[in-house]
């Protein structure tokens, strides 16, 4: 089993890329909906000892309630950077087993975190990267191998440099692999290729809405070129 960690950006900052196509209270919205589907599947995972949210500022109390569900303030953390909160997070806690999550993965389910745990499994350290292979989605180790934490634009190939290839494992699914971070993937999810996706129930509200209301449709034609890089 796995203590899960989920780091959450101060929601008024979280997705800033999107904000040249979205309105502030959207692209807050959408946010807010991945997040609280990723934290029900979370939750529902045989494999999830526990969740801790690190937290930024801004978030509504929305969440789930439940037992083993518990959130740590990002300020708490100490560290200038995601890297460094959550190093000092993840030394507040004490599991012998933890999985880092991010929140905007509208299509996790519950087949995604099996094949990820089925992996761990087959080695020390379980690196699931983007659909683009650049950045990292999800990272499980053990307690007493911590990586030293490289979450940013080209991660990926960064964990694969400096962790040892025989200590890691490399696993690809959907739900963990797509996440939306740019105007392309947000195109591909209510247009495009990813658009029949299955997506937690606060996201498919958040697509209906959008959908009705036409948000990116008029960039049909120049997003059917690009999505062609984040597909899988």
């Known amino acids: 089993m796995f203590d899960v ?3 959450l950006k101060a929601l ?3 997705k800033s890329r999107l904000a040249k196509v979205l309105t502030d209270v959207q692209r807050r919205d959408l946010v807010l909906a991945m997040a609280q589907d ?3 599947v979370l939750l529902a995972w045989r494999d999830c000892r526990t969740l801790t949210i690190i937290q930024g500022a801004g978030w509504p109390l929305k969440l789930p309630v439940a037992a083993n569900l518990q959130v740590i303030r990002e300020d708490s953390c100490g560290g200038r950077d995601l890297n460094e909160i959550l190093a000092a997070g993840i030394n507040q806690l004490n599991g012998e087993r933890y999985a880092v999550v991010f929140g905007d993965l509208p299509g996790l389910r519950i087949t995604d975190l099996q094949a990820f745990s089925g992996a ?12 683009q292979n650049l950045g990292t989605n999800a990272l499980a180790f053990q307690a007493d191998d911590v990586p030293a934490f490289r979450f940013g634009g080209n991660s990926c ?6 962790i ?3 200590r890691r494992v490399a696993v690809a699914s959907p739900g963990l692999s797509f996440d939306v971070d740019t105007s392309a993937a947000l195109y591909a999810l209510l247009w495009g290729n990813k658009a029949a996706m299955p997506v937690g129930p ?4 958040w697509l209906r809405k959008a959908r009705s209301s036409g948000v990116l449709w008029q960039e049909n034609a120049k997003f059917e070129v690009q999505q062609r890089g984040i597909s899988r």
Do not use: H, M, N, W
Not at 120 to 131: K, L, Y
């Open 12 to 14: 008024p900052q979280a």
């Open 164 to 166: 040892p290839r025989e």
């Open 202 to 205: 606060e996201t498919q509200k």
């Open 120 to 131: 761990f499994s087959r080695g020390q350290t379980v690196i699931c990267c983007d659909s």
């Open 157 to 162: 190939s960064d964990y694969a440099r400096y």
């Open 5 to 7: 960690v989920l780091p």
């Open 38 to 40: 990723v934290v029900a």
